[in-house]
DNA sequence: GATCGGAGGCCGACGCATTA
DNA sequence: TAATGCGTCGGCCTCCGATC
């Protein structure tokens, strides 16, 4: 039809230099996390990584990557990344790769029509505007036919569903933005939204900080669906806070520890310490023993399902080292100053794996390997952690964890913001946790409320850190110290919810920690506690 | 006048499924 | 179980019509 005509035509746009857009014009400045980190490779890196290809890097796993990263300076990670897309550049255009639908909020316009036939026909960009400048008149009318065809057509047709549901994911991203938009000036709001058209009762919600702690502390978002007709219990409109899963696991943990023989609660420092070796048979595949707080959603869910086969057996005479005051150890990653505490890496668990265990210097590898087992070096007879000084023979390309070295540098950032408003050492998440210590986090991404970095989740950390130079930390008196002062204890209770959610924050309670002084006895006391008027609760007896 | 958003391709990053 | 393959995402390129 005209369409095909107009395709047929726009083959005659051949063009005959070839042009391509070059990455490596890119700004290549950008080191940090501003935007999604894309490792920028120069020709002369390619250049270098095609000859390692040529030689026999067409593996992960090919000896030759770090030969190519000392040459090329780039970490093992990205050439990892570059084989896998290199060698698909090399294979033929797979043939008929499903055109995903897009989305037109706008109409197609004549040009834009000529810009898709004269780029589909290898045209490039550079040439549009003089293409598009010397088209003649009769061909630019065809143009102007077509797109007012398709907008006829598009006004005539009812939206497919994945076109739909392209719209509404866009609607609602509007709308979250715009949410977070008004909590930055202030403005608390929230958003229920609820598709009809869903099979799947699923309340949307879109919250600003504030008005979360309202929808918690009402039936607010029940309601709403129910006014829909429907019957849903409160667990399939939202999902089980975060830290509720934790606690469950937690729970779980100690009650399995305690049937193993062990007294009390399950000593996760010990574990770490390698004071005691836990071997825990029947967690989920995938899931070893760790701090339930270290788990996501998904994994504390796997743990709680697969409860009953779980068992833990103490071997307390299997102690595999105890550290000696090591260098090493020293730069850790805060192990706990305070009871309970962990550190936020994970804890130490018995492998079976008797692999041979080697020495390796490499910083950045051991900043992102999660292993927490001392082993003696195979060639230097040394005790040393896998994670600060070992890696394990048998597997030398270690999976990168991006999240722990993301974590780590949040860590810091907040122990340096920390100082930086007077604070000694490392921020005390403990004391903020207890109320000891109040610190208001400025500058903090919207949404997002200072707790400990490990509670974050990947976007999250970007987020902060790209924050980095707007956050700043006010530290406010301890409360029972300095009377007058009051203080929320809002950054101890946070959840780290999925970041699939829509909810901005999830604020589970917020209890306003108000301190002021008994007008008959003149203790000081909490309001929230002690108070219901101006007297305490002794004087009022 | 400023801003948005459309076109198609490139390519690094990443997650999941498959394979050895 | 580690390695590998593949699909997908998302940011970027340039230019300019449409819209506010």
């Known amino acids: 039809m005209k369409m095909a005509s107009i395709k047929e035509e726009s083959e005659d746009l051949m063009i005959e230099e070839d042009f391509t857009v070059k990455l490596e014009d890119v700004d290549q400045q950008t080191g940090s996390l501003e935007k999604r980190e894309r490792t920028p490779i120069s020709e002369s890196q390619k250049e270098l990584l095609k000859a390692c290809f040529q030689e026999g890097m067409k593996s992960v796993g090919s000896p030759?990557?770090?030969?190519?990263?000392?040459?090329?300076?780039?970490?093992?990670?990205?050439?990892?990344?570059?084989?896998?897309?290199?060698?698909?550049?090399?294979?033929?255009?797979?043939?008929?790769?499903?055109?995903k639908p897009k989305l037109h909020t706008r109409d197609l316009s004549p040009y834009n029509l000529f810009c898709r036939d004269f780029l589909r026909n290898k045209g490039t960009l550079k040439d549009i505007k003089k293409r598009w400048g010397s088209l003649g008149e009769e061909k630019r009318q065809k143009y102007k036919e077509e797109a007012a065809m398709l907008k006829a057509e598009a006004k005539g047709q009812q939206l497919s569903p994945e076109l739909r549901e392209l719209k509404i994911k866009k609607h609602l991203k509007q709308l979250k933005l715009e949410v977070s938009s008004l909590e930055q000036l202030g403005v608390e709001s929230v958003i229920l939204a609820y598709d009809r058209h869903q099979a799947k009762i699923e309340v949307q919600e879109m919250s600003s900080k504030g008005a979360a702690g309202f929808l918690d502390s009402t039936d607010t978002v029940n309601s709403f669906a129910l006014h829909f007709n429907v019957i849903s219990p409160v667990d399939s409109v939202r999902k089980e806070p975060v830290d509720v899963l934790v606690k469950r696991v937690q729970d779980l943990f100690n009650q399995k520890y305690r049937e193993a023989g062990g007294l009390g609660k399950l000593p996760y420092q010990s574990l770490l310490n390698g004071n005691i070796t836990i071997d825990a048979l029947g967690l989920p595949s995938g899931i070893i023993l760790k701090k339930p707080s270290f788990y996501g959603r998904k994994q504390l869910e796997e743990v709680l399902k697969a409860a009953e086969m779980i068992s833990f057996h103490i071997s307390p005479d299997v102690r595999i080292y105890s550290p000696p005051a090591d260098p090493t150890f020293e730069n850790e990653d805060q192990c706990p100053e305070e009871p309970g505490e962990s550190c936020s890496s994970e804890a130490a668990v018995t492998t079976a794996d008797d692999a041979s265990y080697f020495c390796s210097a490499d910083d950045e590898k051991n900043a992102l390997e999660e292993w927490r087992q001392w082993h003696p070096c195979k060639t230097c007879q040394h005790w040393s952690h896998l994670d600060c000084g070992f890696e394990k023979a048998k597997s030398p390309v270690v999976s990168p964890r991006r999240e722990h070295v993301l974590v780590k540098r949040v860590q810091e950032l907040f122990n340096q913001k920390y100082r930086e408003a007077g604070g000694l050492g490392k921020l005390p998440y403990q004391s903020l946790l207890n109320g000891n210590i109040t610190i208001d986090a400025l500058g903090l991404p919207s949404g997002i409320i200072l707790k400990k970095p490990s509670f974050y989740g990947r976007k999250q950390l970007e987020e902060v850190l790209k924050a980095a130079e707007m956050i700043s930390f006010h530290i406010k008196d301890q409360c029972p110290e300095e009377p007058g002062e009051s203080c929320s204890s809002e950054a101890a209770v946070t959840t780290a919810d999925d970041a699939s959610d829509f909810r901005i924050?999830?604020?589970?309670?917020?209890?306003?920690?108000?301190w002021r002084a008994c007008g008959g006895c003149q203790q000081w006391s909490l309001l929230d506690c002690e108070f219901e008027t101006s007297l305490c609760v002794h004087c009022q007896q």
């Open 505 to 514: 924050v999830h604020v589970e309670k917020e209890t306003l920690k108000e």
């Open 64 to 99: 030759l990557i770090l030969t190519a990263a000392e040459a090329t300076g780039l970490p093992t990670f990205v050439i990892e990344n570059w084989i896998g897309n290199y060698k698909r550049t090399l294979k033929p255009a797979s043939a008929m790769r499903p055109i």
